[in-house]
């Protein structure tokens, strides 16, 4: 079974930074498709940044050139850095891992970890 727990949230101004973590267990982190997700009230979920095994990265228009997403397989961990925040980025941060199995791979997620970005 695969469990991931998020951390890092909380409240920042605008124009602040935070780094997110998600720690990964039970299955061979380095095989994961690693993914952040965000999902403000009312509105959709929203694939963030994502992250092959191989580290290929990938980011949606409205975090490119503020978010770094990294992983760490000798932790077992993914990252997401987040600089100059906007208020527009408060939401909970989802960690999601596409695990590979026989056919196709399982998803998981975690708990998710709150962002709050004042004015």
């Known amino acids: 079974q695969v469990q991931l727990v998020e951390s890092g949230g909380g409240l920042v101004q605008a124009g602040g930074s935070l780094r997110l973590s998600c720690a990964a267990t039970?299955?061979?982190?380095?095989?994961?498709?690693m993914v952040w997700y965000r999902q403000a009230p009312g509105k959709q979920r929203e694939l963030v940044a994502s992250i092959t095994g191989g580290g290929t990265r990938t980011y949606a228009d409205s975090v490119k050139g503020r978010f770094t997403i990294s992983r760490d397989n000798a932790k077992n961990t993914l990252y997401l850095q987040m600089s100059n925040l906007k208020p527009e980025d408060t939401a909970a941060y989802l960690c999601?891992?596409?695990?590979?199995?026989?056919?196709?791979?399982?998803?998981?997620w975690g708990q998710g970890t709150q962002v709050t970005v004042s004015s």
């Open positions: 999601n891992a596409r695990v590979p199995v026989t056919v196709g791979f399982r998803e998981y």
């Open positions: 039970g299955s061979i982190f380095s095989r994961n498709y």
